[in-house]
């Protein structure tokens, strides 16, 4: 089982931006679907991105895709999530998640098979103050 390490939440005023990065140790980084999930408080964890390491594809849920950016750097095995023009209901903890099982496809094929993420970072805040 590998590991992963988030870094870059923090607090911001509506209309920043953040980026988000997650390291991986421990896994054969081309076989992964990564995958960026949130959680506000008092919601349900929610998967809002997703990319296939080996083949680049990338998704990201409509509700933020004109804000949000997932992208990766096979070198560093760091997937990253670029937010820009934050809102105040993008606050909640941010975790990184891996899936072993399901890459190869299409970064559509990992958001579906989300119950397929069993690796998950420590988390990271993000406050968007208003």
């Known amino acids: 089982q590998g590991q992963l390490a988030e870094s870059g939440g923090g607090s911001v005023q509506a209309g920043g931006s953040l980026r988000l990065s997650c390291t991986t140790s421990g896994y054969v980084y081309r076989h992964l679907c990564m995958g960026w999930f949130r959680q506000a408080p008092g919601k349900e964890r929610e998967l809002i991105a997703t990319?296939?390491?080996?083949?680049?594809?990338?998704y990201v849920i409509d509700s933020v895709s004109d804000r949000f950016t997932i992208s990766q750097d096979r070198a560093k095995e760091t997937t990253s999530l670029q937010m820009n023009n934050l809102k105040s209901e993008d606050s909640g903890i941010y975790y990184c998640?891996?899936?072993?099982?399901?890459?190869?496809?299409?970064?559509?094929?990992?958001?579906?098979?989300?119950?397929?993420?069993?690796?998950w970072g420590q988390g990271t805040q993000v406050t968007v103050s208003s």
């Open positions: 990319i296939d390491t080996d083949g680049g594809s990338d």
């Open positions: 998640a891996a899936d072993a099982e399901s890459w190869g496809r299409s970064a559509r094929y990992c958001y579906n098979s989300l119950r397929d993420f069993t690796s």
